[in-house]
Nanobody
């Protein structure tokens, strides 16, 4: 059993910043890539950013320069620093991780989501 717990969401004014955290816990042998996705009302879930265990990052093109993903492998935690927030960034943000629970078993896990609301 693996749990991903997100925190750090909330209400912020346009131009402000937020830092999201997602901690993985449970029966973890190893974690591969971790990432953040978001889903705005009436829209499909979309990629925000991912980071490998070695620190290689990828970002949605539209978010490069404003969002920064990082992770602490010792704490099984991934972070998302969001700067210069815009009302269009309003969404539920979900954490994702590729977790090996044993040396031969892996699957994707999702957090419950954290709401980010950016007011104009």
């Amino acid at each position: 059993q693996v749990q991903l717990v997100e925190s750090g969401g909330g209400l912020v004014q346009a131009g402000g910043s937020l830092r999201l955290s997602c901690a993985a816990s449970g029966s973890i042998f190893r974690i591969d890539a971790m990432g953040w996705y978001r889903q705005a009302p009436g829209k499909q879930r979309e990629l925000v950013a991912t980071i490998t265990s070695g620190g290689t990052t990828t970002y949605a093109d539209s978010l490069k320069g404003r969002f920064t993903i990082s992770r602490d492998n010792a704490k099984n935690t991934v972070y998302l620093q969001m700067n210069s927030l815009k009302p269009d960034d309003t969404a539920v943000y979900y954490c994702n991780a590729g977790v090996w629970t044993t040396a031969w078993a892996t699957r994707d896990y999702w957090g419950q989501g954290t709401q980010v609301t950016v007011s104009s």
